[in-house]
């Protein structure tokens, strides 16, 4: 296979904008929080302009709202023939835009969750567990049509495959949030669970210029637990990893060979200096910086995980390392990596933090959004970055759910509002801009769309 270039590496990372990402204007932020509060301004009273539904240019449904200047298509919806012959699969999740030798490419996560093995369950060919029905697809995009030139399975066999990241080598890192196994076992309300051919809770590198389902080569060393996503600093090769449970931990791998993950590294788990066993969950200060400090795991694919999700992240417990609530989106930008915690903070309705790396020790954290008012930001999930250095950020409530802007001052705003009938309260996810920065792609995971929209991106 071809690599994609590094200059061609998702916008998130090569064009990660031509400032810093400072995220200062805390004091803006809870002016908006109290004039909003007074009725003095508005959530949709944003910096694009208010959200009104509008109708896809293909096919004339309004199933988004987005401010005056946008358009957009739907495309890939499940159950849709692909051009492989096998429909497409349900659960659209995690996703990451490339150009290959010119073209336009989606590969997309199914997070399929079926917790026993069921025979026949695969998307396609070449799986990893014939019994697992998550994987991903790949798109390949007209830039102009914003429609499906061609599409197919390209990872098979693999079990509910949340979200991930891309590489600077070209590829999609695609991670199952599950430990799921061969082991059959009924859970505590009786739900029965396991029954598969093979253990699960892995990641799997599918390159973007991949044509047919890849050979699925699980990441051992990259942990077994409940991954959520990744992401990679170019300059250093390291992965970082987020993941999924009420209590969880953040993680980046050491990769022995950069650029070739296959070939093993170590695994830690983020801990803060002389703070042991640090509860990042509640009563954090916006803008204080935290000095970390980085624990061994000892054993990354621990059989115990298979009965016990949380048998990787006890490792860095027992060593000191710290704790997050639902970690989720994860992206590398401007140096640093920012990722997000779905329901931390003290009133649960979600965290964003900035990690940045630092060659002469082991980094800062930082807390640099913490919503007090729902009408803000209410659990937020999958980030992308802007050309501009602005985060957008899923959200995930099951309420009323946006994409919202988060910009380097501290200002929030909403960018599309999930109108689709009868599946309003269902989360965006895999939010993604194209690597020319004019069209952003993002899922509605439940009925299972794809969206493009393209407007004055480059304001935003």
Known sequence: ??????????????????????????????????????????????????????????????????????????IGQTGDKMSDGHPTPHAHDGMAAFEVNGQLRLVRNHEVNRPVGVPGAAIGPNAYDPLAGGGTTTLIIDPRKRTIIRDFVSLSGTLINCAGGPTPWGSWISCEETVLGPEKFKTASGQEQGGFSKPHGYCFDVPAAANEPVNPVPLKAMGRFVHEAIAVDPRTGIVYLTEDKGHSGFYRFIPKEKGRLAAGGKLQMLAIKGRARYDTRTQQKPGEELPV????????????????PWAVYKQGIAAGAATFNRLEGCL?????????????????LGQVWEYSPSPQGDGTLKLIFEPTDPALLNMPDNLCLTKNGNLIICEDNGTSVHLQLLTRSGQISPVAHNVVPGFETREFAGVTLSPDGQTLFVNVQIPGMTFAIWGPWDKV
């Open 332 to 348: 590398y930008g401007r140096g640093k990596i920012f990722f997000s915690s779905t329901d931390g903070g003290d009133k649960r």
């Open 293 to 308: 400090a980085w624990v061994d795991i000892p054993d990354p694919d621990p059989a115990a995980a298979e009965r016990d």
């Open 1 to 74: 296979m071809k690599r994609v270039g590094r200059r061609n590496f998702l916008v998130g990372a090569a064009m990660a904008g031509a400032s810093g990402l400072a995220f200062d204007g805390l004091v803006r932020r809870a002016e908006l929080v109290r004039a909003i509060a007074r009725g003095e301004a508005s959530p949709d009273a944003a910096l694009l302009g208010r959200l009104a539904p509008a109708a896809t240019e293909n096919t004339r449904e309004n199933l988004l709202s987005l401010p005056e200047g946008f358009h957009y298509t739907v």
